[in-house]
């Protein structure tokens, strides 16, 4: 791989405007090219990119493609940007390339209960218009609203519905991709197994836009599920907490769509946030939101009240039952206004990823806290807690400078990415690496690491597909 680049001349922007037309290139405009050189991991590194493409057609992808290639230019792909690795970072100028116009919901085949889209799709728009054949999308984040359907597949997207219905990588069986050359694989389809040689279709999902452009997706779709109730459950301690989610799952008739943990910190900060306030938020270190879904609204109690019961036995000191969509917003709002609420207080908060076998969070809260006292400071964590995946946020002291901080902030998730490691765990449970973690890659992965460069180099093989992500070059 290589990050010597050759600098776009006018001849290279009237080439790749031939190519896309003239309403689709952002070019020589500082202001309108500025909103895609971050994301929202909350960093303003990297240099405008040169030029933004806007192209509209798998053909557009390819053509593009294989100029860069042809001509050394680095290309950076977007989604909706609302990454928390810095992936759609242009860190070496160049092009972006950005999938909003690709924004098509082609096909929704309900006889083989698969939608057909291209990767510029707003995630929530397309499980809004599967639900209007009764169909649902099950492999959405946490940010289905910002995110696209593309940025979720590049980084194999988790959320909240994981335990029950596992991240984006499960729910993709087909794949177009514009490799850096320009030629066009088409991987899957609408078939539901394959072991017909190595999973290519595979390797993409989670490869963050550096092995090829993703043009095209077909989704795995299931039956909507039937109604849900949610239950808020404080407890007095992490260890309390995370001893107890095992035994609800055990007792529930069937596996909860969704475990989530808050700690106290995050929840005070979200609390205060949303203008809001909980019972037994002061006597509470750790709260599970555990949501339930039955056949129909008759047999919602028989589904939640053994898992209350099971909390309860564990130790919860209350369980608070959300059976109305007001309600239960009221519980959601809080954990997916976690970090828009730390934002208010550290607005250049940025978050870990870290995932471990479940057993051993409390072990990672506690070495957590000894961090956080250590160094004085707060680190609120909230996360995935049945998929052992968790988001922990240090927050900027008022007595330390911006470089100060800088530096010790990246100790410190890096610190706690590799303890996870240490438990069996990774880097990186759901939202990717990036640039801002493609150090802690390197230390976790060893031997892998050397295995994945390979693989990067064979497919592209000029490194011009978004250079400086996952490796360090
Ligand atoms: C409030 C908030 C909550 C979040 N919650 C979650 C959560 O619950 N779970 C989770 O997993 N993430 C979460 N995220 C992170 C983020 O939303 C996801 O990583 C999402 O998948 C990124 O999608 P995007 O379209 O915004 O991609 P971008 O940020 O635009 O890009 C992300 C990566 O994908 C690559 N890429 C994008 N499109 C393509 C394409 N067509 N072909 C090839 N590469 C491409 C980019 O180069 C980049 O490396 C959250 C973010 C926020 C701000």
């Given at each position: ?26 070019y ?28 509209c ?47 098509s919901?082609?096909e ?21 218009r ?43 069986l ?96 979200a ?22 879904e ?78 956080a ?32 901080w ?9 610190r ?49 597909l ?8």
């Amino acid at each position: 791989m290589t990050a010597d680049f050759r600098a776009l001349t006018p001849d290279d922007i009237a080439a790749l405007r031939a190519i896309v037309g003239e309403t689709a290139i952002l070019y020589g405009d500082a202001d309108r090219l500025a909103p895609y050189r971050s994301d929202e991991s909350g960093h303003g590194h990297g240099a405008n990119p040169d030029v933004v493409l806007k192209p509209c057609s798998t053909d557009q992808v390819s053509r593009i493609a294989a100029y860069c290639n042809r001509h050394r230019i680095p290309m950076t792909p977007r989604g909706a940007g609302s990454g928390l690795a810095g992936g759609a970072i242009p860190l070496y100028g160049g092009v972006v390339l950005s999938f909003e116009r690709m924004s098509s919901i082609l096909e929704i085949d309900v006889e083989n209960m698969v939608a057909v889209v291209e990767p510029g799709v707003i995630t929530n728009d397309l499980c809004q218009r599967v639900g209007e054949d009764g169909l649902f999308y099950a492999g959405y984040p946490m940010s289905v609203q910002s995110s696209s359907i593309g940025g979720n597949v590049a980084c194999n997207a988790g959320g909240a519905k994981v335990i029950k219905y596992g991240a984006t990588a499960a729910h993709v069986l087909g794949l177009e991709v514009v490799l850096a050359s320009g030629e066009v694989l088409q991987l899957g389809g609408k078939r539901r197994k394959d072991s017909s040689g190595y999973s290519l279709l595979r390797l993409m999902v989670g490869s963050e836009g550096t092995l090829g452009l993703i043009t095209k997706i077909t989704l795995r779709l299931i039956p909507q599920p039937g109604p849900s109730a949610d239950l808020l459950v404080p407890f007095r301690s992490t260890e309390d907490a995370v001893a107890a989610f095992p035994k609800a799952i055990m007792a529930a008739p069937d596996m909860p769509a969704a475990v989530e943990f808050i700690d106290r910190l995050s929840m005070c900060h979200a609390m205060a946030y949303m203008g809001t306030t909980i019972p037994l938020a002061d006597n509470a270190d750790a709260f599970l939101i555990i949501q339930v879904e039955a056949k129909d609204a008759d047999a919602l109690f028989d589904v939640y009240r053994p898992v209350g019961e099971a909390c309860l036995e564990a130790g919860a000191l209350e369980v608070y039952v959300a059976d109305t969509l007001w309600a239960s917003e009221r519980i959601w709002g809080l954990r997916r206004n976690c970090l828009e609420a730390l934002r208010v207080i550290d607005p250049t908060v940025e978050g870990g990823d870290f995932v471990v076998p479940s057993t051993a969070i409390p072990a990672m809260m506690t070495f957590i806290r000894a961090l956080a006292d250590e160094h004085g400071v707060e680190i609120p964590c909230a996360g995935h807690v049945a998929d052992g995946n968790i988001h922990p946020h240090p927050l900027k002291p008022e007595d330390r400078s911006d470089d100060e901080w800088n530096g010790q902030r990246h100790e410190l998730l890096s610190r706690i990415a590799m303890k996870a490691v240490e438990y069996g765990g990774a880097v990186s449970g759901e939202h990717g690496v990036g640039f801002l973690k493609n150090d802690i890659l390197a230390q976790s992965k060893g031997d892998e690491l050397r295995a994945m460069k390979a693989i990067k180099d064979a497919l592209d093989p000029h490194g011009i597909l978004n250079p400086g992500k996952l490796f360090s070059n």
